[in-house]
T-cell receptor, first 113, second 111 residues
């Protein structure tokens, strides 16, 4: 299995909702990442998990809460988002501690209304 | 910031032509990577060039790296409509633990 699977593919949520994005990989990668991408912009790093521990938080607002329950799964919990948080959220994985050859999921297109 | 800066921002060519896009970066690197992103989808890793390499080939892709100028170029030969996508260069953050992406070049290949 050489894929990163993200669900859902599309999500529309209100500003008072709580929702979660899910990312799964079975390649044995021990580093997993969340990126946020706005239209016509590059992906921006949000969080890095290495061996299931949070190693980087790029000053992301607390309304985004990451979780890594096990080595294959990465979640992003969303609460009280703003319309400007609408974006494509990308998950990626790689061999641990090496920023080499990321495998990306197809992303979740999030719209906050 | 270590983020790469690509140019041009947008490139439109005809099928069969070659496409060249450039990337500049600011700090020393161990490697530089290129990724492709089809519209609204995830990124796909294309090629990695290490700091001690000057040129690397993969199929119709040719990547060069000039560490003295802190720049890299990606050449796609004999372009096809299916090459239409955004292309990003990426370098590692200072700790080497995460990739930072450049602004990207949007390539449009028309038949």
């Amino acid at each position: 299995d050489t894929e990163v699977t993200q669900t859902p593919k599309h999500l529309v949520m209100g500003m008072t909702n709580k929702k979660s994005l899910k990312c799964e990989q079975h390649m044995g990668h021990r580093a997993m990442y969340w990126y946020k991408q706005k239209a016509k912009k590059p992906p921006e790093l949000m969080f890095v998990y290495s061996y299931e521990k949070l190693s980087i938080n790029e000053s992301v607002p607390s309304r985004f809460s990451p979780e890594c329950p096990n080595s294959s799964l990465l979640n992003l919990h969303l609460h009280a988002l703003q319309p400007e948080d609408s974006a494509l959220y990308l998950c990626a994985s790689s061999q641990a501690r090496q920023a080499l050859g990321y495998t990306f999921g197809s992303g979740t297109r999030l719209t906050v209304v | 910031s270590q983020q790469g800066e690509e140019d041009p921002q947008a490139l439109s060519i005809q099928e069969g032509e070659n496409a060249t896009m450039n990337c500049s970066y600011k700090t020393s690197i161990n490697n530089l990577q290129w990724y492709r992103q089809n519209s609204g989808r995830g990124l796909v890793h294309l090629i990695l060039i290490r700091s001690n390499e000057r040129e690397k080939h993969s199929g119709r892709l040719r990547v060069t790296l000039d560490t003295s100028k802190k720049s890299s170029s990606l050449l796609i030969t004999a372009s096809r409509a299916a090459d239409t996508a955004s292309y990003f260069c990426a370098t590692a953050n200072q700790a080497g633990t995460a990739l930072i992406f450049g602004k990207g070049t949007t390539l449009s290949v028309s038949s």
